[in-house]
């Protein structure tokens, strides 16, 4: 078990290299996100197998949350509340605000 300050840093260099790599997907045109560089101190370029594997990671969550989001707004009239375990800086609800979802996301 990880105790201590030097957990705490393990835990943010993890969500640190994940950004990094995020952004690299993002530079080279494997997907779209206009918050990310506001998350990330500095870049990096990433192999192709990782700059793929965010994107697949992406474009999979982002078909899941719109079918979530779909299937929600039939079955109930108020808004759909998304709880993110442990995403770290993930910028999925600042993409969302842009959709036409916007209303529907509280």
Sequence with gaps: MLTGRGSDQTVQGTND??????????K???CRDDYLQHFVRKSSRRSPLINR???SRQAALG???K???E????KQ????QILSLGAGFDTTW?????????????
Excluded: E, H, M, W
Aim: charge should be neutral; charged fraction near 15%.
């Design 28 to 30: 080279l045109g494997y």
């Design 53 to 55: 594997g965010y994107y």
């Design 77 to 80: 009239s108020g808004p759909t």
């Design 71 to 74: 299937i929600s707004q039939n």
């Design 94 to 106: 600042f993409r969302l605000q842009v959709t036409v979802y916007t209303d529907d996301i509280a």
């Design 17 to 26: 290299d994940a950004q990094i790599s995020k952004l690299s997907c993002v």
């Design 67 to 69: 079918q979530f989001l």
């Design 63 to 65: 078909r899941l949350l």
